[in-house]
């Protein structure tokens, strides 16, 4: 944006460059979902009160590449046709969230109760290539697996009293 600013133009083709050489893409984001809290009356003229929280914590790490021939932009080609696209992707997500719910009776002198804690993990790499070839009218997609055994979902809880 500084750049558009001060030169009053903004160079496309350094970023055809940066696809080629590859782009990093890194999100994160937390937030709370809920956070909640209830008061019952009950027949002791105590009250059950129930809380409820729960946060959600997301990483998204992308890798791409992108390779035209002879280039992306009309301009830079000389008003070639596109023969060929060439695009890989390495990525990983990873989720995790967690959630604690709790009851209690406080009988101002004792208070009892019971609580949840639960926690779920889950994490995802992709990874893949895909090339085109426009003359040909040939395309091939190919997904990479992992070379190991992962646990891709994870959920453990634990119950306090």
Known sequence: M???IEQGHLP??????????GMDTHVTKAT?????LWQIPSQ??????????????????????LKVQPGIFREDRNNQNVKNVDCEVKSDQAIALQ???KMSVDCHVVKS????????NTAFP????MSIDLVKKEHKVTFESPEKEREL????SKPVV
Do not use: H, Y
């Open 2 to 4: 500084n750049q558009l």
């Open 12 to 21: 496309i083709t350094d970023k055809e460059e940066e696809l080629r050489q």
């Open 32 to 36: 709370k979902l809920v956070e909640a």
């Open 44 to 65: 002791l003229g105590v009250p059950i009160t129930l809380d409820v929280n729960s946060a959600l914590l997301m990483k998204s790490d992308i890798n791409t590449k």
């Open 99 to 101: 959630l604690v719910g």
């Open 113 to 120: 109760g019971v609580a949840l804690n639960a926690m779920m």
């Open 126 to 129: 992709v990874s893949g290539k």
């Open 153 to 156: 979902f994870v959920m453990r």
